[in-house]
C-alpha cells in the first residue's frame, strides 16, 4: 500500500463515525445537520475517486472476466493493453478535460453549498474530479509500459 493510498483508507473509519454520528444525532434526538450530510458525500466522493488509480494498480478494477480469464497472459496483456489505449485512456482523457473545466467554474464562484447550514469551498471536491483521473491516466500509462515491456519478452 502506498503512502497516499493509506491516508485515503484513513478516510474510511473517519466516515463510518461520521455516518454514525450522524444518524444518532437524527434518530435519537432528532437533530439535522445539512453540514454533516455534506461532508460525508464529500468524503465518499474523495475515497472513490482517489482509490481509482490505486485499484487500477492493483488489478482489482471491474473487469468482464467471461473470455478473458481463458486467454493466456500474453492474449490477456494483448486485450489490455488495446482496451487502455482505445477505450480506457480517450474517456479518462474527456473526464480530465470536462473536470478541469467544471472545477476551474466553481472555483472561479468560489462555489460553497447553496444551503446556508452547508459547507463552504465545494470547490475542493470538484477538484478531485480531474486530480482523480490524472491519477488513473498516470497508473494507465504505467500499466501500459509493464504490459507492452512483458508482451516484448
Do not use: C
Not at 482509490?51 to 496483456?77: C, E, F, M, N, P
Request: proline share 4%.
Amino acid at each position: 500500500m502506498t503512502k497516499w493510498s493509506k491516508y485515503i483508507a484513513w478516510l474510511l473509519p473517519f466516515l463510518i463515525l461520521l455516518v454514525m454520528t450522524d444518524l444518532s444525532l437524527r434518530y435519537l434526538f432528532q437533530i439535522t445537520s445539512i453540514w454533516i450530510v455534506e461532508l460525508e458525500w464529500h468524503i465518499f466522493s474523495a475515497v472513490f475517486l482517489l482509490g481509482g488509480a490505486y485499484t487500477l494498480s492493483r488489478d482489482k478494477h471491474v473487469r468482464v472476466d467471461i473470455l478473458y480469464q481463458k486467454l493466456g497472459k500474453r492474449w490477456q496483456y494483448l486485450v489490455d493493453v488495446l482496451g487502455h489505449l482505445l477505450f480506457a485512456l480517450p474517456w479518462v482523457g474527456i473526464v480530465i478535460y470536462s473536470g478541469v473545466l467544471y472545477s476551474w467554474r466553481s472555483w472561479e464562484l468560489f462555489e460553497s453549498s447553496p444551503d446556508p447550514s452547508g459547507l463552504p469551498f465545494r470547490f475542493l471536491i470538484k477538484a478531485v474530479i480531474p486530480l482523480s483521473f490524472l491519477l488513473i491516466a498516470l497508473q494507465m500509462i504505467f500499466e501500459l509500459k509493464r504490459m507492452i515491456t512483458d508482451l516484448k519478452n
